[in-house]
């Protein structure tokens, strides 16, 4: 069983940043993909970013260029640090984990979830 906790979500006006961090526990971290998803009412959770034991990393695009994820697996810790956000930026993010080193872009095939952290972005 892994645990997943999320913090770092606030309110930020529209050009911000946020720095969300994401604290995994209960088994090893090593050889877990680790992801951010989010979601708004009424709609799935949507793919953000993933990140591999090893460090490949994959970004929907609606992050590429603003979002970064990465991971330090000494201290069981995945962040994702947002930059220059934006009002439709605004939404509950999840952290998720799985084991293995496939890419998945569904929630539905993730394993672990953390249970939020609301960022909202003013405009």
């Known amino acids: 069983q892994v645990q997943l906790v999320e913090s770092g979500g606030g309110l930020v006006q529209a050009g911000g940043s946020l720095r969300l961090s994401c604290a995994a526990s209960?088994?090893?971290?090593?050889?877990?993909?680790m992801a951010w998803f989010r979601q708004t009412p009424g709609k799935e959770r949507d793919f953000v970013a993933a990140?591999?034991?090893?460090?490949?990393?994959t970004y929907a695009d609606s992050a590429k260029g603003r979002f970064t994820i990465s991971r330090t697996n000494a201290n069981n810790t995945v962040y994702l640090q947002m930059n220059s956000l934006k009002p439709e930026d605004t939404a509950v993010y999840y952290c998720?984990?799985?084991?293995?080193?496939?890419?998945?872009?569904?929630?539905?095939?993730?394993?672990?979830w953390g249970r939020g952290t609301q960022v909202t972005v003013s405009s």
């Open positions: 990140i591999s034991w090893s460090g490949g990393i």
């Open positions: 209960g088994r090893t971290f090593l050889r877990y993909f």
């Open positions: 998720t984990a799985a084991y293995g080193d496939v890419v998945r872009r569904t929630w539905n095939e993730w394993t672990y």
